[in-house]
């Protein structure tokens, strides 16, 4: 096998493996949000330990983790923004909501 035939290969090995990530970073925060919906004493470890393991794996690629970190701050705050000028009750700040602004302040502050 020749040099640039490895390099190659490892160069789209590594394309591989970061799609591969920015498709799982994804699905482990919808995952996320939707089991922090329902919070209680016996599912608190659970949430925490997503929270523990979306931080680790944030800190894996850097530059995506600003990139979602960025979207999801700016979905909290076009909810908090629809909630404020809609005339109707609406309950604003949920368990979600709250659990993701922690898990954003966390990642934030550990890369």
């Known amino acids: 096998m020749t040099v640039w035939y490895i390099k ?32 209680s004493p016996t599912t608190l470890p659970f949430i925490q330990l997503m929270q523990r393991s979306l931080v680790e794996i944030g800190r ?11 979207v ?21 700040v949920t368990f979600s909501s709250v659990h993701t602004l922690r898990l954003i302040s966390q990642t934030g502050r550990r890369i």
Not at 22 to 31: G, H, N, P, S, W
Not at 74 to 81: F, G, S, V, Y
Request: with cysteine; proline share 0%.
């Open 8 to 39: 190659l290969c490892l160069s789209r090995l590594l394309l591989l493996i970061v799609v591969l990530i920015d498709v799982r970073v994804q699905l482990l925060y919808a995952a996320y949000v939707r089991n922090c919906k329902f919070t």
């Open 60 to 70: 894996i690629d850097v530059s995506l983790t600003y990139r979602y970190m960025f």
């Open 72 to 92: 999801y701050i700016r979905q909290l705050a076009i909810h908090l923004r629809n909630a404020i000028t809609v005339k109707k009750k609406v309950r604003t």
